[in-house]
């Protein structure tokens, strides 16, 4: 099992920058797919990035060249660096764990990111 704890939410004005860390425990994810989730309110979960366990790297369309995904499997983390925030990338953020081919998810508990126009 691995427990996911997300940290660095928080209010930022349009244009400022946050950086979100995800820390796991209980597992190693270096053969995990580590993603990025957001649910803004009365909005669907949507993905908004992820690092597989082979290197692929994937952006949702919204943020790339704004956002960027980091692992250190050393240390069990990843980050996600958002920059040039705007109100819309306002919502609840997750962190989420697979372990291809098994079925085995997990998720963090969330950590708010508000941006203000």
């Known amino acids: 099992q691995v427990q996911l704890v997300e940290s660095g939410g928080g209010l930022v004005q349009a244009g400022g920058s946050l950086r979100l860390s995800c820390a796991a425990s209980?597992?190693?994810?270096?053969?995990?797919?580590m993603s990025w989730y957001r649910q803004a309110p009365g909005q669907q979960l949507e993905l908004v990035a992820f690092?597989?366990?082979?290197?692929?790297?994937y952006y949702e369309e919204v943020v790339k060249g704004r956002f960027m995904i980091s692992r250190d499997n050393g240390k069990n983390t990843v980050d996600l660096q958002m920059n040039s925030l705007k109100p819309e990338d306002t919502a609840v953020y997750y962190c989420?764990?697979?372990?291809?081919?098994?079925?085995?998810?997990?998720w963090g508990q969330g950590t708010q990111v508000t941006v203000s126009s």
């Open positions: 690092s597989s366990n082979d290197g692929r790297l």
């Open positions: 209980g597992s190693t994810i270096s053969d995990m797919t």
């Open positions: 989420h764990a697979e372990r291809p081919f098994t079925g085995y998810t997990s």
